[in-house]
Structures are given as C-alpha cells and as structure tokens.
C-alpha cells in the first residue's frame, strides 16, 4: 500500500474536495447536508468513505460527479480535478469528463443497465461517445477487454446477452467493465457490493481493485462494510452528519481510533471469537436528523465522551491532525482521552 498523507498525498493529487458544502430544499428552508468536508485522492490510490446511512458519503460522490436530484446543490468549497475545478466547468466539458475521465459504478446493477440492450451495446455507446475515432472492430476489442479486467472469462458471450440473463455479481461486473473501458483516471463506486451475497462480493471488489491496479485508476469507495475497507483501502475517512470526523491511513484508524464514532463502529463488529452468548454491541441513540441537528458537535447525543461538557455542545470540533501521526486527523475535542482509554481498535481486520 503506497504511504500517503491524508490532506496532500502526493504533490499534484488527482482529486481535491475543499470545502465541500450542499444543501437541500429551496433557499429559505434549505438544509446543509454536506459541511466543510475536504480530502484528496492520490494517482493509484484507494480512498474508501465510510459511515451510517444518511451520514452524506452518497451525496458527497454524487456532488462529485455532477449528479444531485433537482433542489439540492452545490453552495461552496472547489472540487479539483487535475487542476480543474469542477464546479465552474460548463454542461459540454463535464459531459467530456464524466465517463471518461472520471466514471462511477452505481450500487444497483439492474437499475443501471438498460434492460432492452445488449451488454456489447451498452459498453460500445459509452465508447462511441468518449472515443470516436475508435473503429468498430478496435471498439469490441476494448469491450472485451474491459470485461476481462472485470472477471468475465467469456466476455465475447456477455456481449451478446441482456442484463436479464446475467445474475447479480455478473451485472456488476459489467458496470465496471463500462466504467473502466475509456480507462478512466478515478473511479467512483458507490456501494457497488451491497445486494451481493459475501463470496460475490469479495469475488467483485477483487476484480475491481486489480482492474484499478492494471490501469492506474484511482479508486473512490463509498461504503458502510468496514471489512471491505480494512481490506482494499489505502486510507479511509470516516463520515457522521455530513462531516468528516476522522480519516488517515486505515492501520492507524483501525488500530487506534481518535473519533468516539469510528471506535463505536469499530467496537459494532463482531469478531470470530465473540462468544456466541454475547450481546452485539451497538451505538446508543439514532442517526441524526438534519433538520433538527445538535448544537457543537453532531455526535454528542450519542457519545459516551461527552458527558454534558460545554464545549461539545458549543464549538462544532474542527479536524485536527494527532501530533505523533499527522496523517491522522480526527474532529474531537478529547480524541486524546480515547488514546489513554481501553483499546477498541481492530487491527485484525486489516490482515
């Protein structure tokens, strides 16, 4: 795994998030969904975004790739893109980007695909569009070849089929086969194992991450399966009401969490060994609600740091780096009080 910094892994890192903020409904009512988050993505490099459903990791990807539903925009922060900002791109530059340069796998295969054309079809209109001068011949070829680097062994047979008559893991095969075929410089993947069974789904993000490796792609994962992060991922940020609360190299969060949210996710997860008597541990309280959140820190309702101190309720936490690794940045006004407390980490899950 390459050694990166969190803020600036590289000198010219492929993507930079400033800033980011998005907001829902009209403008007298509107909520902030998206707040002040920032990260970056190396060239080659696996950044994984983690956190509940309804913490913002779907709308920041699809922020990214210009996609929000109508009454939900952008309203700060620069989204770079090889020096690019995306944001002030017009409608015909970002349709050049978008499926070339960037693409997005979706998390529900038979929803993305059109039901009434062929697989060979579908790749060859993604090609058509982005890579023109291609002859039809050298088109399949590269249709056929994506569909390798995706783990279709008869990929000259796939083409010819519909969705239909492809089982769940193959279709999303297929879907990264489509965003890898114009060999793309960053992948974004959203959930893109969730309806899959556990051995499709190790099988899937195996065949993504060695396409990713064979290309170069850089690889953004948004997911809620710490274990898949654990085992592919370079670096994770972890994600709670629309804010990054913690992120660094995944042995460092996974080994010594600075956020009370990252370690009671980390502490949720069952291990081999767990008596099987046990209780499961869970977070106490509910995800938050954007339209009624917390003053200071979101998490407070929910944290057994807190204990009605003033300044959580006070002072939103800024994301701040750990002195002994400043690649590691955690929002916690008492993340050293974590380090000095019992050891929730799971390493092991990085082996």
Same mark, same amino acid.
């Given at each position: ?17 400033? /800033?980011?903020?998005?907001?829902? /409904?009209? =403008?007298? &009512? $509107?909520? %902030? ?9 190396? =060239? ?10 309804g913490s913002g990791k779907t709308l920041t990807a699809l922020? !990214? ?11 700060? /922060? ?15 530059? #970002? +349709?050049?980007?978008?499926? &070339?340069?960037? +693409? ?19 790749? &060859?209109?993604?090609?058509? $569009? ?19 680097? +995706? ?34 410089? !960053? ?7 969730? +309806? @899959? ?23 953004? @994962? ?20 629309? %804010? ?41 309280g509910e995800p938050p609600d954007f339209a009624r959140l ?12 807190? #204990?009605?101190?003033?300044?959580c309720a006070d002072r939103v936490p800024p994301l701040l ?31």
């Open positions: 795994m390459p050694n990166t910094d969190p803020i600036m892994p590289s000198p010219a890192p492929l993507l930079a998030v400033t /800033g980011l903020e998005v907001h829902l /409904g009209a =403008r007298r &009512d $509107r909520l %902030r969904a998206i707040a002040d988050v920032s990260f970056t993505v190396a =060239r080659g490099e696996t950044l994984c975004i983690v956190g509940e459903s922020a !990214l790739m210009s996609l929000l539903p109508p009454r939900i925009a952008v309203t700060g /922060g620069a989204i770079e893109f090889n020096g690019r900002d995306l944001l002030t791109l017009d409608a015909a530059s #970002r +349709a050049r980007l978008y499926g &070339d340069e960037i +693409a997005m796998i979706f998390q529900d295969p038979m929803s993305s695909l059109n039901p009434v054309l062929t697989i060979g079809r579908q790749i &060859d209109e993604s090609l058509r $569009r982005h890579q023109p001068a291609l002859a039809r011949a050298a088109r399949t070829g590269r249709a056929e070849q994506a569909l390798g680097m +995706a783990g279709i062994v008869d990929a000259a047979g796939c083409m010819k089929k519909y969705p239909h008559e492809l089982s769940g893991g193959m279709c999303q095969r297929v879907l990264i086969a489509i965003a890898l075929v114009n060999h793309p410089q !960053l992948i974004i993947a959203d959930e893109p194992t969730t +309806a @899959l069974d556990v051995t499709v789904q190790a099988q899937v993000m195996k065949s993504m991450r060695a396409a990713c490796r064979q290309t170069g792609a850089a690889l953004l @994962l948004i997911t809620h399966d710490l274990s898949l992060v654990a085992r592919y991922a370079d670096r994770v940020a972890v994600m709670y009401a629309g %804010r990054i609360v913690e992120q660094g190299k995944v042995q460092a969060v996974f080994g010594a969490p600075r956020h009370p949210y990252t370690r009671a996710l980390l502490a949720s997860i069952p291990s081999l060994d767990t008596p099987v008597d046990r209780a499961l541990e869970a977070i106490a917390p003053s200071g820190c979101a998490f407070r309702p929910r944290c057994t740091l807190c #204990r009605q101190r003033a300044i780096a750990d002195p002994a690794d400043t690649y590691h940045l955690s929002a916690c006004h008492f993340a050293d009080e974590l380090i000095m407390a019992a050891p929730a980490g799971r390493t092991a899950l990085c082996r």
